[in-house]
């Protein structure tokens, strides 16, 4: 391990990573489009969008233990070949056949692959860097997910709407190709406590292995009161945005889609924002700092309900709604830069693929429940009154967390 941050595994790995997620975000957004195209169905497009994350939170614990146990440059080359490979057979299908059961078989298969590949890269981070760039480091990788996720979607656009699927599959597979030939210039050594290839993976042995990852996270104190707070943040203020900032401006105020498409991008952006400035701060981004800002993303949402009860205008609530929209998520990416580089230091590099992809599952576990409630809660409740009472619960759960249990310790 060099102290150096900008080495060249870690080099290799962001760009490739960058690659792999601008193809997948591409991928999935013209898919989208597709099945809306084929099927003309909302039900059908939201069915598919759903069931197609179940391979993903069943797969992620299995994920983890292969990481552990193998090379973690072979894992992330193989998986961005099969992607490409599968990408080239279930495109076939899709464009000589226009079927919808390639379509979702191939958005299931990417889901199945995301589970060895999530894992994988979080446990490459901290095996290249020291402790004292993890923060940094992982603020640079968030900074690149979410640049992917807004260049992805408006290009994948851009070449659907001119070409059709079949030059947005020609391009990811293309992409997915080139993220695994690069990645054969990683430097990896054979990890000390890593497991040879041709050991059991069988039995008690393997899933003794996903039992020993849950066992760590649960018996860590630190981690273990870091997860539940994540995944109860997750529950509550990320489906406010998701799902409650696009009925408001949509529904509640009946501005055109492209509007919320604006919206929407600058909101991403404060988000990119958020993770740049973690990156900046590095070991600066302390334990009171992350309190004061994890509550602050809480409190920051009460002006929109007090905005509602006074009956603003309504250009002015749509930049009351933006705007405190862009320093929550500002303030959350922050908070999600620290606590990873957090669970990071506190794990044992031979179990970092077991327990980071624990934390995953949990985190993206909650977030659908979130939505889900939210959504239906939102047809019976008045928007003010469901922002007052979630954020009110999250910043209620921030401070039992942080002050009576201390979760993050410097």
């Known amino acids: 391990m060099t102290k150096k941050m900008w080495n060249r595994n870690y080099i290799i790995i962001i760009i490739g990573q960058g690659i792999s997620l601008f193809a997948n975000n591409i991928l999935y957004f013209a898919a989208s489009l597709f099945i809306l195209d084929l099927t003309a169905s909302g039900t059908i497009y939201g069915s598919v969008t759903a069931f197609s994350t179940i391979p993903l939170l069943l797969l992620l614990p299995i994920g983890g233990v292969v990481t552990d146990r193998y ?226 993303s809480c409190l920051c949402l009460i002006p929109i309900s007090i905005g509602y009860w006074c009956q603003l205008p309504r250009t002015v609530m749509l930049l009351l709604i933006v705007g405190m929209f862009m320093v929550e998520q500002l303030l959350l990416n922050m908070y999600s830069v620290y606590a990873v580089a957090f669970i990071q230091k506190q794990t044992p590099q031979q179990n970092m693929g077991k327990v980071m992809s624990m934390v995953v599952m949990i985190s993206i576990c909650t977030e659908p429940i979130g939505r889900v409630i939210y959504g239906v809660a939102i047809d019976y409740i008045s928007a003010a009154a469901l922002v007052a009472v979630t954020v009110l619960a999250a910043a209620v759960v921030v401070v039992y967390f942080w002050r009576k249990i201390e979760v993050f310790g410097e």
């Open 71 to 296: 090379n973690k440059k072979k894992i992330l080359i193989a998986t961005d070949f099969c992607t490409a490979v599968l990408v080239g057979l279930f495109g076939l299908g899709i464009v000589y056949a226009s079927s919808l059961w390639c379509i979702i078989l191939l958005l299931m298969s990417l889901t199945v692959i995301e589970g060895f590949y999530t894992p994988c890269t979080q446990a490459m981070i901290p095996a290249i860097q020291t402790k004292e760039n993890l923060v940094r480091a992982n603020a640079i990788v968030n900074q690149i997910a979410i640049v992917a996720n807004i260049i992805g979607p408006v290009l994948g656009s851009v070449i659907y709407g001119f070409a059709g699927i079949r030059w947005i599959l020609l391009v990811s597979l293309i992409c997915f190709l080139a993220s695994a030939v690069l990645e054969f210039f990683i430097r990896w050594p054979v990890q000390e406590g890593q497991k040879a290839a041709g050991s059991d993976m069988g039995g008690s042995g393997f899933f003794g292995e996903i039992k020993e990852g849950f066992s760590f996270v649960k018996e860590n104190k630190k981690i273990r009161r870091a997860v539940p707070l994540t995944a109860v943040l997750n529950l509550t203020l990320t489906p406010v945005f998701t799902v409650g900032m696009a009925f408001m401006i949509k529904i509640g105020f009946q501005y055109s889609g492209e509007v919320y498409g604006i919206a929407s991008t600058c909101v991403i952006l404060a988000s990119l924002l958020g993770t740049f400035l973690a990156g900046v701060m590095g070991e600066k981004l302390n334990r009171s700092f992350v309190y004061r800002a994890t509550l602050g």
